[in-house]
């Protein structure tokens, strides 16, 4: 019997090779995604079963070589280092195994198990290439397995050859001859081959790193060994390091890639050969001569930002009409469950319970137009057309003191939407020059993130209905637009410096997405929305919810409710003296009874068709049926209908009071208090207290501004209505108009980063000082573009789709001025396309 074991498999590769998707095809739904111990690079891992035992497969971060330049490389080689997989699996795009297999030779130097997945085994093919996997395999001494990963093409022969990879514990010879550095290399070998503090790192590996004076490498070497020798070592390695550059004039990095990419190219005569009966002009080039044409591509990109909230949002936001009802029934079932009301003030428990309900209600409904969006984007992703967005943008971003890298963050942060500003921040760690770091930083909490779409959606919803793709599409280009005036600004002022380097990237090939790499990635997004709405938003409305409550209503004002109270009790009771069900008027029936007919007319407002209103009656018919004649009163009886009167006023009455005593406990609460103190300054926007409330809770979670509204713009108790219903009534009637919803819109897609946000901001600043100014010059630029904005709509007497054209055009008028007569004058993007492979 076979003994089992499990094992830890790394997946290596560089970015656009279809690691991930290789990734997805071996683990399936078995995986997580966590952070690295002491980094914000995401770790994504998963497990899959065999005969032998279990595999467990960590998704290393995509890199193109194993020095420590980026946080994304020194996290791949740390695990390597550190950990020690049972095998490592490298990702080669086999379209372009010329620049792949740089870092399989880096690998294969760390004295690794090496199994090679020759991957996008179709796009080769495509490209007429043709590749002899068992050559490759024979010169590099290592497992070679085809696969092709969006097909799931070739994982049981990986699988297999992962397994048996693991068994065979034979060293592979290094692949490459550094030839006039290798005595140099040799006399390292043997120093640190002999000292037994290093005998678990890869003595050649090390070797190089230190010739190559790697930092990293160098930390390393303290940490293991004695001061006194570990300085020796390094001196020794600087010494050599030293000679050799003095003798051969070269650096001794420049010398390795040489090294490198000259063993590649032995390594490939003979494995890639072309057919000569194919194009060489492939599908990628074709269409990246219409997609990336310097007219065409802005035209297109702005085309497909439009067609996605089109989709996304108006047509996605038709399935919140099926899913509110849903929603709705499930708070129907948790005020079950909870205490029953009272007749003025609810027991503690429900009332906080329905709170945190109708919280997370009012973002769970929006849950269909994520899904539909991020579908959308992951489209975009596995297309390989977000690269060419980056590279399209980085010609526009250059010209604002930002680098062709800030693409990324602002990607991640939600530049279509969906995004998450702390990712984003965390992201920008790649950006090599500081002063466009720093301005990248502070705009990227400019982005659509995923947590501002619920508050657009709803003022959408009520004031801009017949306008909802054209206000998406600037609301999103809007913010990008922002984000580039605020960086010229910072980096005229504030961040004066060097100018920012050029920019090199790697444009994929074009892939046709699969159903389910789709599908995966939009509902993992969406869970990760979900999650959030059920812990820090639900923490949020725990806190807003004791705030708005304390200090509570005065004893002489309870009184005063109280008497009003018994007053309208008293009434009923006297109009249904001498009715056949006066015995309703009784005490200890007069609260149970209006929790009945609340429930039975918010019951039968949700209740469709005559169906379901027949399914209604009978429902609370068997509930009570002493009280249900007085909720459905039966045709010819008199006292039923009369009883029924009294008791929709008596309802009414109380409906009244309750809508009295909470708005009175709002306002004089700790932060109505606040909100009408903020009033004097938010008025020039036209905000009032209760949109001062909400982008104030917005702070801790974006979310929560829509959470917040939702129990503001309280519901009655005989109602189910949707946020739009309850707040447009509400908002109408107090003057709020759709100017209104622009100073908003405006003010909250300037408005300060989230509490997360600050905090990565500290982390990546590491000072305290841009925290706090990420936090204030976002405030006072964003109240003034409202201010400013209503100030004139109101004088002008323009509506709020008018305003918000005005302040986008001329945003963008601004925009085109200065980058057309005051941009750097910065080095083109030079952009490195998959081409074709050569024998």
């Not at 790193?209 to 070592?233: G, M, N, S, T």
């Not at 001498?578 to 309703?584: F, I, P, R, S």
């Not at 109240?783 to 918000?804: D, Q």
Request: with cysteine; charged share 20%.
């Amino acid at each position: 019997m076979t003994e089992r074991r499990d094992l830890l498999v790394a997946l290596a590769g560089q970015q656009n090779a279809g690691k991930s998707t290789l990734f997805n095809a071996l683990t399936g739904a078995r995986q997580h995604v966590a952070n690295y111990p002491g980094v914000t690079v995401d770790k994504k891992y998963g497990q899959y079963g065999d005969t032998e035992g279990r595999v467990r497969i960590v998704d290393l971060p995509g890199t193109y070589s194993l020095t420590s330049f980026s946080l994304e490389e020194r996290v791949a080689r740390d695990f390597l280092i550190q950990e020690r997989p049972d095998v490592v699996v490298n990702v080669v795009d086999g379209s372009n195994l010329r620049r792949s297999l740089h870092l399989t030779l880096q690998l294969q130097e760390m004295e690794l198990p090496l199994v090679l997945a020759l991957n996008m085994m179709d796009v080769a093919a495509g490209r007429g290439l043709e590749i002899d996997p068992q050559r490759l395999a024979a010169r590099l001494d290592v497992p070679v397995i085809p696969t092709v990963g969006r097909k799931a093409e070739g994982r049981e022969a990986l699988r297999g050859a992962i397994r048996a990879r693991a068994c065979d514990h034979r060293e592979t010879a290094a692949a490459v001859d550094y030839g006039e550095l290798e005595p140099a290399i040799g006399a390292l070998v043997e120093h640190t081959t002999t000292t037994p503090e290093l005998a678990a790192v890869p003595a050649r590996w090390l070797a190089l790193k230190l010739l190559e004076d790697d930092a990293q490498a160098q930390r390393q070497l303290r940490e293991r060994l004695p001061a006194p020798q570990a300085e020796a070592l390094l001196q020794e390695a600087a010494r050599r390091r030293r000679d050799f550059e003095t003798q051969a004039r070269l650096d001794v990095a420049d010398h390795l890639a040489a090294c490198r990419d000259q063993s590649v190219g032995q390594l490939l005569e003979g494995v890639v050969e072309r057919r000569e009966d194919r194009p060489r002009t492939t599908l990628t080039e074709r269409i990246d001569r219409v997609l990336l044409n310097r007219l065409a591509a802005p035209a297109f990109l702005v085309l497909t930002v439009f067609l996605i909230y089109q989709v996304a949002i108006v047509w996605g936001y038709e399935l919140t009409n099926y899913t509110w009802p849903l929603l709705a029934g499930m708070r129907e079932l948790v005020a079950g469950v909870l205490p029953d009301a009272g007749f003025l003030v609810d027991p503690y428990t429900r009332a906080l319970g329905l709170w945190l309900v109708d919280s997370a209600n009012t973002l769970l409904n929006y849950v269909p137009i994520f899904l539909i969006l991020f579908a959308l984007i992951a489209v975009l992703e596995d297309s390989g057309y977000m690269a060419r967005i980056a590279f399209i943008l980085d010609k526009v971003l250059h010209r604002f003191g930002l680098h062709g890298q800030s693409t990324l963050p602002f990607i991640l942060a939600g530049v279509f939407a969906g995004g998450c500003a702390v990712p984003g921040v965390m992201a920008t760690k790649g950006i090599p020059d500081n002063r466009a770091r720093m301005a990248t930083i502070l705009t990227v909490p400019f982005m659509n993130c995923l947590a501002k779409v619920p508050l657009y959606t709803l003022l959408l919803g009520i004031f801009f209905v017949e306008h909802k793709a054209l206000m998406m599409f600037y609301i999103s280009t809007m913010t990008i637009i922002f984000a580039l005036l605020v960086a010229k600004l910072l980096t005229r002022t504030v961040l004066r410096g060097e100018e920012t380097s050029p920019f090199v990237m790697e444009l994929p090939a074009y892939h046709l997405p699969t159903l389910g790499g789709v599908l995966r990635r939009a509902i993992d997004r969406t869970w990760l929305y979900i999650k959030k709405v059920g812990t820090i938003v639900i923490a949020v409305a725990v806190v807003v919810f004791t705030l708005l409550h304390l200090p509570g209503l005065s004893d002489t004002r309870m009184a005063d409710f109280e008497e009003r109270g018994r007053a309208a009790v008293s009434n009923f009771e006297q109009a249904m003296a001498g009715n056949a069900y006066d015995w309703v008027a009784s005490p200890e029936h007069i609260t149970p009874l209006l929790n009945y007919y609340n429930d039975y007319k918010r019951a039968k407002l949700n209740a469709s068709g005559a169906e379901g209103s027949r399914a209604v009656k009978a429902r609370f018919e068997r509930r009570n049926p002493d009280y249900f004649p007085l909720v459905a009163p039966p045709k010819g009886d008199r006292d039923a209908r009369q009883a029924s009167r009294q008791l929709r006023k008596l309802s009414s009455a109380r409906k009244s009071l309750r809508r009295e005593m909470k708005e009175e406990r709002i306002t004089s609460s700790i932060l109505g208090i606040i909100g009408r103190g903020m009033e004097p300054v938010t008025q020039f926007a036209g905000f009032d207290w209760k949109i001062n409330v909400a982008l104030l809770s917005s702070f801790a979670a974006r979310e929560s501004s829509v959470a917040t509204l939702g129990v503001l713009f309280q519901q009655d108790e005989d109602q189910n209505a949707t946020l739009e219903q309850r707040m447009g009534e509400e908002t109408r009637a107090g003057g709020a108009t759709a100017l209104t919803a622009v100073a908003v819109i405006l003010f909250f897609a300037l408005y300060p980063p989230c509490l997360a946000t600050t905090v990565m901001v500290k982390v990546q600043t590491g000072s305290y000082k841009w925290m706090l100014f990420s936090i204030v010059f976002p405030t006072l630029l964003g109240l003034g573009v409202a201010s400013a904005v209503y100030t004139i709509g109101i004088v002008t007497g323009s509506s709020g789709i008018e305003m918000m054209s005005w302040t986008y055009f001329g945003a963008l008028a601004l925009l085109l001025l200065l980058g057309l007569f005051t941009g750097p004058g910065r080095r083109r993007p030079v952009a490195l396309t998959t081409a074709p492979e050569h024998g």
